[in-house]
């Protein structure tokens, strides 16, 4: 009852998986959404079964769990009904309530707030990355200062907590949140012309805060090496992104 | 120090607002995100002062506390530093941790989870409203179907409940976060040629659930007439929304 490994395309017939009351985590190898999860079940150490899905050609029976296709998504097999949670934040809040070992959300009404307004706020990095990343010909000619714009609020916001993490002297769910991105960047030095790279100066302790995080357990549990997400963007930016690159790899 | 009806505009100062530790709250007067704050802070009783901000001329000092010039904003003035929140499901929620009476979330994090899914799964009927509405001559054709088709989703999730509110058989946050737009639907009447409304067969438990909600207490105290929001969307439609429409008629 092995799931194969492999993303699960149109025509596939849908895994069968044990009942064994297991978290099932439904994901696509380089998703940084689903790395979110990935980071939570990790960081609580809470056993589950991974399905991969292809993102273009979805396979029909995913919207069983997904009903707009989108991942990840965390089936709770122990719950009546086995519902299906989607939305990377709703996730990790709900893993967060479920599972309170190592609480990452603040417990301060306040903070969580103001944790879950930064967080938000990282979309902007999100939609600003990828005109840059994609060496999109349409791309806006000032992609890369947007990219550096939208990152300045979260160097301005370390500065300003004047922590370690996002989370204070504990990595917290900011940090959690917005890493998957960081783990992606430096691709950026192998997948734009002039071969770029956070500018040292300027994301001064953005960078110490990443050299920081590098160093996490759950950061290194989860943790794809740079030229494999090089290589996964490259088939990406060829319009045939290579889901399975990873598996082949090993 | 009374502020006055109007929404402020680009070139406008700032009002001075009397430093009462009293709740701010930004917001658009016909804003459906910003009315679910004001559902909140009703349901809740919380006194608070209203500024009202010009959308399309926004106020140069707006991002102090709404960094990227959204409504709804929320100013805390009574915690240190005076922060203001915004994204009004966090504000919501913060609303919620923060003065327990009247609890809208549920307390269970699955039931919690599913409900802030539904909630986001909305997306799909906000984006799908506006081409119906505005009469839009680029809408694509089937815009009323793919409005109805998102609508569909929370007929069939009130059945699947079974209960007279999405929150059971008390109001939960989901019957807020979407309450806005119902209000609103019933101007589709006077804004489109087809003079539409909600099928009573195909939408039987959503419309049994409209009449019920508007008869709540919260609902009522912060109503606004179909004919006002008519009138603010013809404005809109003219590319001129007229915001302070509401205060001339008073």
Known sequence: MS????HFKKGSIKPTLPEDDVLRFYSMRFCPFSHRVALLLAAKQLPHHKVYIDLIEKPEWYTEYSPLGK??????????GQPALVESLII???????????????????????????IERFAGVVSAVYPVLTCNPNAPPDALQNFEKALDVFEQELIKRGTRYFGGEQIGIVDYMIWPWFERFPSLKYNTEQGYELDA???????????????????KATATDVQLH????????????NYDIAFQQQ
């Open 92 to 118: 990790a809040a709900y893993l967060d309530e479920q599972y309170p070992q190592r609480p990452l959300f603040s417990q301060d009404p306040l903070q969580k707030a103001l944790d879950k307004i930064l």
């Open 3 to 6: 799931i194969p490994l492999k």
């Open 230 to 241: 090089v290589k996964f963007q490259q088939s990406k930016l060829q319009g045939k992104p």
């Open 71 to 80: 991942v990840p998504a965390l089936q709770l097999t122990h719950v009546a």
């Open 201 to 219: 100066k300027r994301f001064q302790n953005l960078l110490k805060w990443r050299e920081l995080l590098a160093q996490d357990e759950t950061v």
